[in-house]
């Protein structure tokens, strides 16, 4: 399968700091990008659709100005946590879909254990 | 707004035994049913994947069962192993829209 890395794995930070996490495909070009987030025991919570070149997409109910999104190109997004605050600790998994595919075929990165002190 | 349901909740199974967990839908156009194997502190990964046009999708231990008309899905594992021991994914999606996931289900294959 094709191949979705995560960076940083694990970030503690202080609160109100801002925190960047980086996904990449590795060997696949990513038009469409998506960020999850995962509390401990639940499913995976969809938080935005990040597309090459364009705004995102974000599900209701996530700030769009605490959570920046950016898909500067076809294998790298981003996502940064702005001052981030002690109910932001999560898992954020990322994943990428595989462009020639006419069905959502993603696959995930690793994810971010993210701890705000 | 919970689209996929899926059920058990959680699973204990014998080594080598047949552990089954379900997943039902509610909406016709999904078009393409995953399902993923996460362990604890790691990302999900693709496991096996079916789409509606064929019933059954065998790859090894693992196989989908699909029944259309009842807008059901099922994920076998044959052979259930101590490092099958996770938690599975169910999930639909239409097109290249949004997936929707069930809840989980936490395996455990005791030795």
């Known amino acids: 399968g094709a191949v979705v890395s995560q960076h940083p794995s694990r970030v503690i930070c202080k609160s109100g700091t801002s925190v960047k996490i980086e996904c990449r495909s590795l060997d696949f070009q990513a038009t469409t990008m998506f960020w999850y987030r995962q509390f401990p025991k639940q499913s995976l919570m969809l938080m935005a659709t990040s597309n090459e070149g364009s705004k995102a997409t974000y599900e209701q109910g996530v700030e769009k100005d605490k959570f920046l999104i950016n898909h500067a190109s076809l294998t790298l997004s981003t996502l940064t946590v702005t001052s981030a605050h002690p109910e932001d600790s999560s898992f954020y998994i990322c994943?990428?879909?595989?462009?020639?595919?006419?069905?959502?075929?993603?696959?995930f990165g690793p994810g971010t254990r993210l701890t705000v002190l | 707004q919970q689209q996929v349901k899926q059920s058990p909740q959680s699973l204990i199974v014998q080594k080598g035994g047949i552990s089954i967990i379900n997943c039902a839908y509610e909406?016709?156009?999904?078009?393409?049913f995953p399902w993923y194997q996460q362990f604890p502190g790691k990302g999900p990964a693709l496991l096996i994947a079916i789409r509606p046009d064929v019933s059954e999708k065998k790859e090894g231990r693992f196989t989908i069962s699909f029944n259309k008309s009842a807008k059901q899905f099922s994920l076998h594992i044959m052979d259930s192993q101590p490092g099958d021991s996770a938690t599975y994914f169910c999930a639909a999606s239409i097109g290249n829209n949004d997936m929707r996931f069930g809840a989980g289900t936490r395996l455990t294959v005791k030795p």
């Open positions: 909406n016709t156009a999904f078009d393409y």
């Open positions: 994943s990428a879909r595989v462009g020639t595919r006419s069905y959502n075929e993603q696959f």
